[in-house]
């Protein structure tokens, strides 16, 4: 994960200025990395990454899964179908306001060459010096216009496959899993664009600009014309190789856990 995302952040950014490099696709990105900076290099912001997955994850699913089934109650059955994707925007805006900040550090440490985290805080004290508390949310907009998009096609996809999958006698594992990959995939290629926005405005931290003076669609048609439609697809390649295993594991690691302990519970 963590090398994914020092590859998605560098590849996303190389046009804003902040990359002395020029990458010609995910690996030769990595590649250059290595040589320039070291191995080791690939995993910078691991440490913000972790810090953020993992009560992240526990929050997100918690959430989703609550609602989810208080949903289902809630509304008729012709309603079902919606009821995931519902659930997961509310969860997931619960999540983007809690983690931004910790989003934003991660992204600076990833997208800068050999940025040490005193650096990082000397160049996250600046960045609030000149923009305010509140810039610790940026790209806190254009991440919501990712994941709203992604999470509705995302849970739609993945609920509606997975069913058909079970009717078809696959287990909890298998049709949690090839839902995950169908909807993901899609989801990831539809809230691209928004991602390479808000990498590159989370990036641009500590450089003393007013980094989301233009907002987000500015920054959008700024892109667009400096690099034409192609400038909002950078960084597809290794997001998703790294949303796909993301969204399998996930899910089938949840629904699996659960289906084990309800059935330890039923006992």
């Not at 996303?12 to 290595?34: E, H, M, N, P, W």
């Not at 949903?71 to 809690?98: D, M, Q, W």
């Not at 590159?200 to 959008?220: A, P, R, Y």
Request: charged share 20%; proline share 3%; net charge positive.
């Amino acid at each position: 994960v963590g090398l994914n995302n020092k590859v998605e952040a560098v590849v996303s950014t190389q046009s804003t200025g902040c990359q002395r490099d020029v990458y010609s696709g995910a690996l030769d990105a990595a590649f250059k990395i290595t040589r320039s900076e070291g191995v080791g290099a690939l995993w910078n912001g691991v440490g913000p990454t972790l810090l953020m997955i993992m009560p992240s994850a526990v929050l997100y699913f918690s959430m989703f899964d609550m609602l989810r089934e208080k949903g289902k109650v809630k509304f008729s059955e012709k309603y079902h179908h919606i009821v995931p994707s519902l659930a997961g925007i509310t969860a997931r805006c619960f999540n983007i306001a809690i983690f931004s900040p910790i989003e934003l550090f991660r992204t600076k440490a990833q997208s800068q060459q050999q940025l040490v985290y005193s650096e990082l805080k000397d160049s996250i004290k600046s960045h609030i010096k000149l923009n305010g508390v509140r810039s610790l949310w940026d790209g806190s907009k254009s991440q919501l216009f990712r994941d709203v998009p992604f999470t509705v096609v995302y849970w739609y996809l993945q609920d509606m496959l997975k069913l058909k999958l079970r009717d078809q006698g696959y287990g909890t594992m298998s049709s949690n899993c090839g839902g995950a990959v169908v909807g993901g995939t899609v989801a990831t290629i539809i809230s691209h664009p928004f991602e390479v926005t808000k990498t590159q405005l989370q990036s641009n931290v500590g450089l003393n600009n007013k980094v989301g003076s233009t907002g987000m669609v500015g920054h959008i048609m700024n892109i667009c014309k400096r690099d034409g439609l192609k400038g909002l697809t950078v960084g597809l390649a290794p997001r998703m190789v790294k949303v796909l295993p993301s969204c399998a594991i996930f899910i089938t690691t949840f629904e699996g856990l659960k289906e084990y302990f309800n059935n330890k519970n039923s006992e």
